[in-house]
């Protein structure tokens, strides 16, 4: 039986990207950003709440997907698909569209002149802080598609290795296994770390999916005390932000102890939630799902061309500013990928089933 509460929570989380990146282009702790305005902790807090769990969740959940997909497909029809779903993707946008917003990044932070074909001898030839910001080499979000890709063969091997080896569990499954998975977390959080993103801490967090929360009986016991989880979530969460963003006094210890609290917390409180309340199928869950890989590659572009247009227009009011490119970014996306799902070639760039010959039960 397909488990729709991880493709809603999936597309779910993919929607809530554009404000996210948006909101980057006034981060407090200046990182640099395709598009940069003055800092604001407000907006900048919207990032510090969500960053902790955000792209973990999407990483969790395809550690479970990744479990039922192994029980109808042979390991080598699984590697295709991820070649044809992840790393083709990752070469397309990689290739067509990071140009495209890095371009925008030279043009706004430090006034390149030329157009977008003389830029891409710049994008192919300057490798920076990989950013993109000075208009230089960036994998952008498709950071994420190359981490999964590499993740998900990683994850095959230690599977293969560990067939025989699958943890059994209880029917009462203790509620302190389930808190103290997350402890390895800071451990592994700065091993083989590029920008802040560290390959081994998503490869457990892929695997704890695989094996952990793949299982019914651990699902119903997170699912029971999910409330209680959300709230230590999100008590960790808002502490997170104030000590990073709003404290006029440094804490970084405490700082990190929350920050993965939060992480784990808020993650196993929304798969109990997801199973709880979104165990469903409709029409609208069906067109999400179709949409959302889709999504996920188009919509960063949208959000820095709109920045960029609006910028000078809407500069002195930082409300509209924010939430203008938001919307117009949300109507741009959607109507892409409308347009791209019905071209098969392109679908076959970006890993996605056509209009045509998608069903529900499809995964």
Same mark, same amino acid.
């Given at each position: %039986?397909?488990?729709? $509460? !991880? ?9 809530? +990207?554009? *404000?996210?990146?948006?909101? %980057? ?6 990182? *640099? ?5 003055? &800092? ?15 792209? *973990?969740?999407?990483?969790? =959940?395809?550690? !479970?997907?990744? #479990? ?7 390991? #080598? ?8 779903? +992840? ?28 157009? =977008? ?14 950013? &993109? ?27 293969? =290795? ?21 402890? *390895? ?9 590029? /920008? ?5 801490? $998503? ?5 704890? /999916? ?12 997170? @699912? ?5 989880? +959300? ?35 808020? +993650? ?53 500013? $924010? ?6 970014? $949300? ?6 990928? @409308? !347009? ?5 070639? =392109? ?13 529900? #039960?499809?995964?």
């Amino acid at each position: %039986m397909r488990k729709h $509460y !991880i493709d809603n929570l999936r597309w779910i989380a993919i929607l809530l +990207l554009i *404000p996210y990146h948006a909101a %980057m282009a006034w981060n407090v702790w200046n990182e *640099p950003n395709y598009i940069f305005f003055n &800092g604001n902790k407000v907006i900048s807090s919207i990032i510090v709440f969500l960053s902790p769990y955000f792209m *973990p969740l999407l990483f969790l =959940l395809a550690g !479970i997907s990744t #479990k039922f997909a192994l029980q109808k497909r042979t390991i #080598k029809k699984y590697i295709s698909e991820r070649v044809r779903k +992840l790393l083709i993707p990752f070469v397309f946008g990689t290739l067509l569209l990071m140009p495209v917003m890095t371009y925008i990044a030279d043009r706004f932070n430090f006034g390149y002149k030329g157009n =977008l074909f003389t830029h891409y001898s710049v994008f192919f030839t300057r490798f920076t802080d990989l950013t &993109g910001a000075d208009g230089g080499f960036s994998l952008g979000q498709f950071w994420f598609i190359l981490y999964l890709f590499v993740i998900s063969i990683l994850a095959v091997g230690i599977i293969v =290795l560990l067939k025989k080896r699958t943890p059994k569990f209880k029917k009462d499954t203790s509620l302190w296994f389930i808190c103290v998975l997350g402890l *390895p977390l800071p451990l592994l959080s700065e091993l083989l770390s590029i /920008g802040g993103k560290s390959l081994v801490e $998503y490869t457990y967090i892929f695997l704890v /999916g695989y094996y952990i929360f793949s299982n019914d009986r651990i699902i119903n016991k997170i @699912e029971k005390f999910k409330w209680l989880f +959300l709230f230590i979530g999100l008590c960790a969460a808002t502490l997170n932000v104030y000590l990073f963003i709003w404290s006029d006094t440094s804490y970084p210890l405490v700082n990190t102890v929350v920050k993965f609290i939060a992480e784990w917390f808020m +993650l196993i409180a929304l798969l109990g939630i997801g199973k709880g309340y979104l165990s469903f199928n409709s029409k609208v869950t069906l067109y999400m799902l179709q949409r959302s890989f889709a999504f996920y590659i188009l919509h960063f572009v949208w959000v820095v061309l709109f920045q960029y247009l609006l910028a000078d227009i809407l500069f002195d009011n930082i409300e509209l500013l $924010y939430i203008v490119p938001v919307i117009l970014a $949300y109507c741009a996306t959607f109507l892409s990928c @409308e !347009i791209c799902i019905r071209i098969p070639f =392109l679908c076959s760039l970006m890993g996605i089933k056509s209009n045509s010959n998608y069903t529900c #039960k499809d995964r």
